[in-house]
């Protein structure tokens, strides 16, 4: 089946400084979501994408649908301690409906 | 509605012992979907239905799981005879399904461990 591939797969950073991170794919995605998990909790949705070279933000966060439609980007601005969690990218599998989801990037920021 | 809940938030059982989680999906959404996640891993897809027909099962699915959706509202997924490797977050999303709109929205899990 489809993979997702996160990188990096963990990050420490300072509190304020800005993070990066991204997903790929060997097979094209029609649909990219991101979601921040937190320990204990379900995954919470943060931005949903849906066209080729679309741009969304919510608040600090920034994500981009690559125009190969085979990636997308995840932009984090003057992080702050309750960033912290993991983020995962996710697409529906093609051919069918239901959601595949990376391994996560584990984001840690020192205050 | 409050989102989608999960009962119980922790559950600790033997081995060969059943188990039965139960899901309540945010109210209008037609789509329920059963994840299990283990540590340092993505959520893995287990099952999906639409209003009461489950529509598809992953082969991660086995013998000893079923899940029920019987009256198009909540759900509950039963393990049989429980194994040391079943131990992991049981995840429930819900959604409101139509093409160009996949998003899912997750409840807080249920945490199996299997002693």
């Known amino acids: 089946g489809q993979q997702l591939n996160q990188s990096p797969q963990s990050m420490f950073i300072q509190e304020g400084e800005d993070v990066s991170m991204n997903c790929t794919s060997s097979s094209i995605f029609n649909t990219w979501l991101w979601y921040k998990q937190e320990p204990g909790e379900g995954p919470v949705l943060l931005i949903a994408l849906y066209k080729a070279g679309e741009l969304t933000s919510n608040g600090r966060l920034t994500a981009q649908f690559g125009i190969t439609r085979k990636d997308s980007f995840l932009n984090i601005s003057a992080s702050i301690p309750s960033d912290v969690g993991i983020y995962f990218c996710a697409g529906p599998q093609g051919g069918s409906e239901k959601l595949v989801f990376g391994k996560g990037t584990k984001l840690t920021v020192n205050p | 509605d409050t989102g989608v809940s999960q009962n119980p938030r922790h559950k600790i059982t033997k081995r060969g012992q059943n188990v039965t989680f139960r899901c309540d999906p945010i109210s209008e959404h037609n789509r329920l979907y059963w994840y299990r996640q283990t540590l340092g891993q993505g959520p893995e897809f287990l099952t999906y239905f639409q209003n009461e027909a489950q529509l598809e099962k992953s082969r991660l699915l086995s013998d000893r799981f079923s899940a029920e959706r019987p009256k198009g509202s909540f759900s509950t997924l039963e393990i049989q005879r429980t194994e040391q490797g079943d131990s992991a977050m049981y995840l429930c999303?819900?959604?409101?399904?139509?093409?160009?709109?996949?998003?899912?929205?997750f409840g807080s899990g249920t945490q199996l461990s299997v002693l």
């Open positions: 999303a819900s959604s409101y399904w139509a093409r160009g709109n996949e998003k899912l929205f």
